[in-house]
């Protein structure tokens, strides 16, 4: 198993950018699928973008798509969200969840979760 441990998270301005990172401790991180979630307040947990033990295998949400770039680096157990051009809607906390081998897009599909980093983007 793995436990995934979000960093990156902060406050800026529309337009802005921020890299989020997910250190994920444990054995075998590179057969796992690596998931970024979102939650706004009052609002669902929703996917914003995951990649598969396989890195050229990565998908977006539609919100995200022209915006966030996910990426891994299997030397380093860590997962990556560059995300630019930020607005105010993407307030919200980011977490970072593991599942073993293929891409999946909902919540209860993904075993391991992190703690959550907050993402305030201001107008």
């Known amino acids: 198993q793995v436990q995934p441990v979000e960093s990156g998270g902060g406050s800026v301005q529309a337009g802005g950018s921020l890299r989020l990172s997910c250190a994920a401790s444990?054995?075998?991180?590179?057969?796992?699928?690596m998931g970024w979630f979102r939650q706004a307040p009052g609002k669902g947990r929703e996917l914003v973008a995951a990649i598969g033990w396989i890195e050229s295998n990565v998908d977006y949400a539609e919100e995200g798509k022209d915006r966030f770039t996910i990426s891994r680096d299997n030397r380093k157990d860590t997962v990556y969200l560059q995300m630019n051009d930020l607005q105010p809607e993407d307030t919200a906390v980011y977490y970072c969840?593991?599942?073993?081998?293929?891409?999946?897009?909902?919540?209860?599909?993904?075993?391991?979760w992190g703690q959550g980093t907050q993402v305030t983007v201001s107008s």
């Open positions: 444990g054995r075998l991180f590179s057969t796992y699928a």
């Open positions: 969840a593991a599942r073993r081998r293929d891409i999946r897009y909902r919540v209860w599909e993904y075993n391991y």
